[in-house]
T-cell receptor
């Protein structure tokens, strides 16, 4: 089955700086790569996703890049703000998948924005 | 729309007791999932369902049971609670196959402590 590795487990950055979180996956058949943000006491929420036919996707201060050859993808947050502090999870799946083959999650990155 | 609703939000159980974690969604999603989240371990799939009357095991099903009698509800049953079941439990749902499968909607979680 799919295995997703996520690094770092904790990331502390100064407010206004950029943050980068990296994930690798094992199954070359995976085609869909979402990122979830989990704030304290809440469930994960989808913030951005990318499919295998796209190398990069941006949404305001957030961007995701995908390198299918190397089987890794990254989340980039620019001009970080205090409200970006949260745990971020990457995941991978077959786009046509569901059920037990749906989403395989990384272990999460705790992003801390220092004022 | 309420999305995915989980109850209770918190619960303390004694070893050997039983309980049911409730999950309901109002988005007419056919797929539903139960995950547990342990510190530093990410999200692990317990059980999933692809529609009413159909359930299947995920990665960590031991000690749990589920049922899916309606599209909306997917309760998780813990029989003979053990300290190893202390965790945060998340229910999620998705619609598949849609024109573009776009991941899960999560509930806000149930924090369970077994003492």
């Amino acid at each position: 089955g799919e295995n997703v590795e996520q690094h770092p487990s904790t990331l502390s950055v100064q407010e206004g700086d950029s943050a980068v979180i990296k994930c690798t996956y094992s199954d070359s058949a995976s085609n869909y790569f979402p990122w979830y943000k989990q704030e304290l006491g809440k469930g994960p929420q989808l913030i951005i996703d990318i499919r295998s036919n796209v190398g990069e996707k941006k949404d305001q201060r957030i961007a995701v890049t995908l390198n299918k050859t190397a089987k890794h993808f990254s989340l980039h947050i620019t001009e970080t703000q205090p409200e970006d502090s949260a745990v971020y999870f990457c995941a991978a799946s077959l786009e046509s998948g569901g059920g037990a083959d749906g989403l395989t999650f990384g272990k999460g990155t705790h992003l801390i924005i220092q004022p | 729309n309420a999305g995915v609703t989980q109850t209770p939000k918190f619960r303390i159980l004694k070893i050997g007791q039983s309980m049911t974690l409730q999950c309901t969604q109002d988005m007419n999603h056919n797929y539903m999932y139960w995950y547990r989240q342990d510190p530093g371990m990410g999200l692990k799939l317990i059980y999933y369902s692809v529609g009413a009357g159909i359930t299947d095991k995920g990665e960590v099903p031991n000690g749990y049971n589920v049922s899916r009698s309606t599209t909306e509800d997917f309760p998780l049953r813990l029989e003979l609670a053990a300290p190893s079941q202390t965790s945060v439990y998340f229910c999620a749902s998705s619609y598949y196959p849609g024109p573009i499968w776009s991941g899960y909607t999560f509930g806000s979680g149930t924090r369970l402590t077994v003492v």
